[in-house]
């Protein structure tokens, strides 16, 4: 019937829409049709590896059903001309009472998820066919073992039964037995519990157990397309950003039985060690047993290596076969196969999961095998993994006392006392003690004590959670969701399997695996910044194979790349780390912190000039001072460019707190010795405060309202670089100028700033080439970035800004207040501030890259906000073909990577 069916969906009308597949017809790259179960069944089946006949049920009849509430009208009949075909094939009908045909229905989405139903093994078999079966196999005891194993699953997944009253009636009947496993239950015991079985599905579901083979079946999948539905499904799609429009494929597999007896059993392997990505044997396998056993730790399975002790004929055969799936997805790949008797069938297999260290190694030692290229290897790692392998953690070797596990939400290695709410975060930490904040969950109200804190542990939430945003926008470790955990806020302590956790207790927390540790573990640095940093060589004979992955990686990475990668670094020490993990330039100095410390009384006396004496008088002090910080910053990024942007924070930031300068006035007033200076001071903090900081007096406006201030600043770069070309370095300095909304302020500011720099040329001789350009941070500046770029040598886009201004929201304010919820009701799958909000900061970025260069072709372009060290953004960068990115000197190398995996064109790989 389904022969002369197109196996692809046919593009028009419903009719020809097909709905149904034999394991023959698909293949793994069908994966969003069939799921990635099905897809890979449908692969390994045409390689010619054993795997039991049967057929997929498609992800769009899985639509379809949740969308209308019914299957579609054509499922029925595609599914009965299936599985005609198949007990043609087997020599046996579904449930036949003499000699039955048994399948498994398996859920299957495109990615494996947690949450949807579970598997339902041995479906056919009823209180006829059990005989048939005991009949054909010639064993009563293993009949009886699958029909009790089938109504214990239908009654749970399909039937909603609470599974534990299944597991105390088997307890009983062992108990009563006097055995410890269930191995050693006969088959009469089977059958006293299979009549106890049916019996707790008639009282808790009023119906009984449906002895009709195809209803069994058809419940089944009605039960697998609903598990998309599930809340732990939803929840973990939304966690894990999967839309939650694919739906789920069914898969009907004909039975193969590894319960038949001790020539048989069942097992999992993988190709290699998804921990350490070496190859060998990895996997366990379980003698006389079916299905999950193997996993759910019913008895004590062995090691894959000695099922050559047990079957050496199978065991080869699986050899073979494990080194066929390699060979065939270039990939290590995990599998699942049962051995029937001495025959080896093949269940599942998928690229498998790997830790962060395993992807870099996999990749590399592939290459080494001649199974992918180098442009491949890049694309199987992700700068993610990257930011992963460059944390401090935890001391492998340390003795260790793990009391529990949570989500792994913002990664790091954090050691401190328990404490258990904000204010004591606050004191213990200003009294110079480390503290890991416990709460059951965050809430805005927390923002200081996690601020305060090394790292965050909550029992309860996603990893949508507050404590979980907050703390990612923070880098501040966090592991979140650790349910095992009891936390008395109250009584000030937690509970964890009888272990007590008081305040004060020192506890480990590992975000990056979410392990809770009790007492101090110790922290090592990671290799891989070790080699960044030049401490540790990639060539050396002692060096740790990781490293030396990395290096391949990163080494292929830089080749292939189109985009710059520099720094955001204000000071040489900054520089010069950045430039060691290989920073080409810094493409964001802030100039404000050379105005704190010791400088900041300067900055005052600048803020109160009443004169223009006194203030020429403050800018002549600052001036040294500022051109001695450049010249550092030049000497330490000699030969690369460094943009150096003028001064941006509202000037509040730099006069003393409100508050406190009021108190100090009144106080001294009631004394009566009122200090003139505090009294002035106090006008000035009056007068320059501001409701919106952030949208008020700052940047260029501040340039244009306070003379002198951007002239002294230009003047220190300018001179700073005749130092440096006098002492015959090679300084690239670029001035750029924040917060432009108009082209008219970018005017002013150059021609002043030009005019500064023909004086310096002159005084000193030297000629200088200074370029001198903008942030592109405001909307409208975005918008007029055709008239902008006529003034502005280059553009750095300062998406933080634009971020908060297109949206309209400050993120200090935002992202601790309502973002959970935004995050949680799917307004945006991650944070703005995270990832650049393509559709609309992006496509102002897009627009004003386009509008500048027809203005002005050679414009150089780049980002200094945040995004420039996101993976995602990196792409979007690339894209829209921006010059570089310039991020924190800790991303660069995910910078790095990921621009290089922008421009390397190989595609197709099964990584996410
Ligand atoms: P999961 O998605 O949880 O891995 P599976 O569909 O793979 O679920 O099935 C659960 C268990 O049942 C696995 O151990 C699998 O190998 C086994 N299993 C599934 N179908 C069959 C079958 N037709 N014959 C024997 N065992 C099966
Ligand atoms: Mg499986
Ligand atoms: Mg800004």
């Not at 048994?102 to 209180?127: E, H, Y």
């Not at 930031?653 to 010795?673: C, G, H, N, Q």
């Not at 000035?684 to 940047?699: F, S």
Request: aromatic letters at 6%.
């Amino acid at each position: 019937m389904s022969e002369n069916k197109d196996p692809h969906v046919a593009e028009s009308g419903l009719e020809s829409v097909k709905f149904v597949y034999d394991f023959t017809e698909g293949n793994k790259d069908l994966k969003d049709l069939l799921g990635g179960k099905g897809a890979n069944l449908a692969e390994m089946t045409n390689l010619g590896l054993p795997v039991p006949p049967g057929f997929t049920i498609s992800t769009e009849a899985c639509k379809t059903y949740l969308d209308s509430g019914d299957e579609p009208a054509a499922l029925r009949d595609e599914v009965s001309a299936h599985l005609d075909a198949l007990e043609e094939r087997m020599g046996k009908k579904l449930g036949q009472a003499d000699n039955p045909l048994l399948v498994s229905v398996r859920s299957g989405a495109k990615f494996s998820m947690p949450g949807m139903m579970d598997t339902v093994l041995n479906i056919g078999l009823s209180d006829k066919s059990v005989k048939g079966l005991a009949e054909q196999a010639g064993d009563e005891r293993f009949a009886w073992d699958s029909y009790r194993r089938l109504i214990q699953m239908f009654g749970k997944t399909v039937l909603a039964v609470d599974g534990d009253l299944f597991e105390d009636a088997l307890e009983a009947a062992k108990t009563a037995k006097k055995v410890t496993v269930d191995t050693d239950l006969e088959a009469a015991d089977l059958k006293k519990l299979v009549t106890k079985f049916k019996k707790i599905v008639k009282t808790e579901c009023g119906r009984d157990f449906p002895q009709d083979p195809r209803e069994q079946m058809d419940l089944a999948i009605h039960a697998v397309f609903d598990s998309w539905n599930t809340d732990r499904a939803k929840l973990y799609r939304r966690q894990e950003r999967i839309p939650h429009d694919l739906g789920t494929a069914v898969n009907i597999c004909s039975m193969v039985f590894g319960n038949l007896g001790p020539d048989s059993g069942t097992g999992v392997a993988f190709t290699r060690d998804p921990a350490s990505g070496h190859q060998g044997v990895y996997g366990d396998y379980l003698q006389n047993a079916q299905g999950e056993d193997v996993v759910a730790g019913i008895r004590n399975t062995v090691p894959l290596a000695e099922l050559e002790l047990i079957d050496k004929k199978s065991y080869d055969q699986l050899m073979q076969i494990m080194e066929t799936l390699e060979n065939h997805y270039k990939d290590l790949c995990d599998i699942e196969f049962t051995i029937e008797r001495g025959q080896l069938w093949m269940l599942q297999t998928r690229v498998g999961k790997r830790t962060a260290g395993a992807a870099f190694r996999i990749a590399t030692q592939l290459v080494d095998q001649g199974l992918i290229d180098e442009a491949e290897a890049l694309q199987r790692v992700t700068g993610a993994q990257l930011a992963q392998l460059m944390f401090p953690r935890f001391d492998e070797d340390a003795k260790v006392e793990q009391i529990g596990r949570g989500i792994a939400a913002s990664p790091g290695a954090a050691v401190g006392k328990a404490v258990f709410d904000s204010y004591t975060a606050i004191k213990w930490s200003r009294s110079g003690e480390k503290v890991i904040l416990i709460r059951r969950e965050t809430n805005p109200d927390d923002l200081d004590g996690m601020i305060a804190a090394e790292g965050i542990l909550t029992s309860r939430g996603g990893k949508t959670s507050h404590a979980a945003v907050v703390a990612r926008g923070m880098g501040k470790t966090c592991v979140c969701g650790a349910e095992d955990l009891e936390v008395d806020t109250k009584r000030r302590r937690l509970t964890v399997n009888g272990t007590i956790v008081e305040e004060g207790d020192v506890v480990s927390i590992d975000g990056s695996t979410g392990k809770v540790y009790l007492g101090e573990v110790p922290v090592v640095p990671s290799p891989v910044v070790e080699y960044f940093e030049g401490r540790m060589h990639a060539g050396a004979d002692d060096a740790d194979e990781l490293v030396a992955a990395v290096h391949r990686i990163m080494a292929y990475a830089d080749r292939v790349r189109r985009l710059r990668v520099r720094a955001n670094a204000d000071n040489a020490e900054d520089a010069l780390r950045a430039r060691r993990f290989g920073a080409q330039g810094i493409g964001l100095c802030r100039t404000e912190h050379m105005f704190l410390g010791d400088r900041r009384e300067q900055v005052e006396r600048l803020i109160l000039a009443d004169t223009d004496a006194e203030r020429e008088e403050s800018l002549k002090e600052l001036l040294p001072r500022q051109k001695q910080d450049f010249i550092e910053l030049f000497e330490a990024m000699d030969g690369l460019p460094v943009t150096v942007r003028l001064l941006d924070p509202p000037l509040h930031e730099f006069l003393p707190d409100i508050t406190e300068l009021s108190v100090r006035v009144a106080l001294a007033e009631s004394r009566k010795d009122s200090n003139e200076n505090d009294l002035r001071l106090l006008q000035a903090v009056h007068r320059l405060h501001e409701q919106n900081p952030m949208l008020g007096l700052r940047g260029v406006r501040l340039g244009l309202v306070i003379p002198g201030l951007f002239t002294m600043q230009v003047r220190a770069i300018a001179e700073a670089a005749a130092e440096r070309k006098n002492a015959k370095g090679d300084p690239r300095a670029e001035i750029m100028i924040p917060l432009v909304g108009t082209v008219q302020e970018l005017e002013i500011v150059r021609d002043e700033a030009e005019q500064v720099i023909a004086e310096v040329q002159q005084q000193t001789g030297v000629d200088l080439k200074l370029s001198l350009g903008t942030m592109i941070e405001l909307p409208r500046a975005a918008l007029t970035a055709g008239q902008i770029a006529e003034a502005a040598e280059f553009f750095s886009f300062g998406t933080n800004d634009l971020t908060q201004t297109v949206w309209g929201f400050s993120r200090d304010d935002v992202e601790a207040s309502f973002f959970t919820a935004y995050l949680e009701k799917g307004i945006f799958g991650v944070s703005p501030f995270e990832t650049i909000d393509k559709d609309g900061v992006g496509k102002l970025v897009r627009d004003a890259v386009k509008a500048g260069r027809a203005t002005r072709p050679d414009l150089k372009l780049g980002v200094c906000g945040e995004h420039g060290g996101d993976p995602e953004s990196v792409h979007f960068f690339h894209e829209v073909g921006l010059d570089y990115v310039s991020c924190s000197p800790f991303r660069i190398p995910v910078a790095r990577l990921e621009a290089g995996r922008a421009a390397s064109t190989s595609k197709g790989s099964d990584h996410r």
